[in-house]
């Protein structure tokens, strides 16, 4: 189990950039698949990207393809989301995750149940 608390976030205007940090404590973090989520208001919780353990691989929703980076670091314990050509429909609650599961394949990292332990969340607003 990781415990994992959220930075980053904010206000930016559409074309703008962002950066979200999901720092870890707790057991080995690179082990965990970590992947990031958002909601939206009245909105389903949806998947934004994940990076594995190794940080070999990464999945991305079609999207935020293109635009999203998800990346870590494993010496800090913490996952990034590099977040570019922000758009008013990026706006949402976004949340990280791990999971202790393998993630083979984009399918099973859009999963959220595969996903144990999850971060604060943290508020992206983009103005138009």
């Known amino acids: 189990q990781v415990h994992l608390v959220q930075s980053g976030g904010g206000l930016v205007q559409a074309g703008g950039s962002l950066r979200l940090s999901c720092a870890a404590s707790?057991?080995?973090?690179?082990?965990?698949?970590m992947g990031w989520f958002r909601q939206a208001p009245g909105k389903e919780r949806e998947f934004v990207a994940t990076v594995t353990g190794s940080g070999d691989n990464t999945y991305y929703a079609d999207s935020v393809k293109g635009r999203f980076t998800v990346s870590r670091d494993n010496a800090k314990n913490t996952v990034y989301l590099q977040m570019n050509s922000l758009e008013p429909e990026d706006t949402a609650t976004y949340y990280c995750?791990?999971?202790?599961?393998?993630?083979?394949?984009?399918?099973?990292?859009?999963?959220?149940?595969?996903?144990?332990?999850w971060g604060q969340g943290t508020q992206v607003t983009v103005s138009s």
């Open positions: 995750a791990a999971s202790n599961l393998p993630i083979p394949n984009l399918p099973i990292a859009r999963m959220h149940v595969a996903y144990l332990d």
């Open positions: 707790g057991s080995t973090f690179s082990s965990y698949a």
